[in-house]
C-alpha cells in the first residue's frame, strides 16, 4: 500500500531535549516535505528536498534540521526544542515531474507535539 | 515570492452550494491544487487544475482563470461531513525541471443543519 508514515504519531517532551520525528515513504518520490500547522496559520513549510542530499529551507526553518540520505526517509530534528514548537507536524511526498496527478502530495498521518 | 489568498472561515448549510475562492500571484505557476482536512487529520487531494476552465468531480467542482490568478472549489448538496479546512495549493516551477507545491492557508467550513 502507497503510503507516508511518521513516527511517533504524539509526543509529549521537555524544553531542550532533543528530539527526532522519522517520515518514510514507498512511492520512490523524489520530493519530501515538513509542514507544520498552527491554528489560524495553515500549513508552514519547514524544509523540503528535492532528491538524495539535496535540501532547502521553507517559511519557517528556525530550530529544524532535517537529512535526506535515503530517498525514502526525510526526519525532522529538533535539536534544542522549544514550547514554540509546540504544533501538529506533517511530513508529504510527491513526484515533481510536472505531471498532474502525478504531482499529488500524499501526507503521512501528522505528530502532534508538545514542548513543555 | 507565492502568495496565496482564501478566505479564513464560511459557513453553510446542509444541501446548499457553496464556493470558497483562491487568489494569487506567484511566478513560473503550473498547476493549482485542492484538498480537504478534516480536524487532526492529514489533508487529502480534492482536485487539480492546470488549464483554464472547470473541472468536475461529483458533489465537487473546481475552477481555474490563470489570467486573473483565480480559482475557486464549488461544493453542491453539502453534507455535514463536508465540514472540514479546504486548501488551495498552487504548483510552481523550481528548478531543473521540478516543480514544488506551496499552500494557503486554508478555509474552514462549517456545515450547519
Known amino acids: 500500500e502507497a503510503q507516508v508514515t511518521q513516527n511517533p504519531r504524539y509526543l509529549i517532551t521537555v524544553t531542550g531535549k532533543k528530539l527526532t520525528v522519522t517520515c518514510s515513504q514507498n512511492?520512490?518520490?523524489?520530493?519530501m516535505s515538513w509542514y507544520r500547522q498552527d491554528p489560524g496559520l495553515g500549513l508552514r513549510q519547514i524544509y523540503y528536498s528535492m532528491n538524495v542530499e539535496v535540501t532547502d529551507k521553507g517559511d519557517v526553518p528556525e530550530g529544524y534540521k532535517v537529512s535526506r540520505k535515503e530517498k525514502r526517509n526525510f526526519p525532522l530534528i529538533l535539536e534544542s526544542p522549544s514550547p514554540n514548537q509546540t504544533s501538529l507536524y506533517f511530513c508529504?511526498?510527491?513526484?515533481?515531474?510536472?505531471?498532474?496527478?502525478?504531482?499529488?502530495?500524499?501526507f503521512g498521518p501528522g505528530t502532534r507535539l508538545t514542548v513543555l | 515570492g507565492q502568495n496565496i489568498d482564501q478566505p479564513t472561515e464560511m459557513t453553510a448549510t446542509e444541501g446548499a452550494i457553496v464556493q470558497i475562492n483562491c487568489t494569487y500571484q506567484?511566478?513560473?505557476?503550473?498547476?493549482l491544487f485542492w484538498y480537504q482536512q478534516h480536524a487532526g487529520e492529514a489533508p487529502t487531494f480534492l482536485s487539480y487544475n492546470v488549464l483554464d476552465g472547470l473541472e468536475e468531480k461529483g458533489r465537487f467542482s473546481s475552477f481555474l482563470s490563470r489570467s486573473k490568478g483565480y480559482s475557486y472549489l464549488l461544493l453542491k448538496e453539502l453534507q455535514m461531513k463536508d465540514s472540514a479546512s479546504y486548501l488551495c495549493?498552487?504548483?510552481?516551477?523550481?528548478?531543473?525541471?521540478?516543480?514544488?507545491?506551496?499552500f494557503g492557508r486554508g478555509t474552514s467550513l462549517i456545515v450547519h443543519p
Open positions: 512511492m520512490n518520490h523524489e520530493y
Open positions: 506567484t511566478s513560473g505557476f503550473n498547476g
Open positions: 508529504a511526498s510527491s513526484f515533481i515531474t510536472g505531471g498532474p496527478n502525478t504531482d499529488t502530495q500524499y
Open positions: 495549493a498552487v504548483r510552481v516551477y523550481a528548478s531543473g525541471g521540478s516543480y514544488i507545491p506551496t
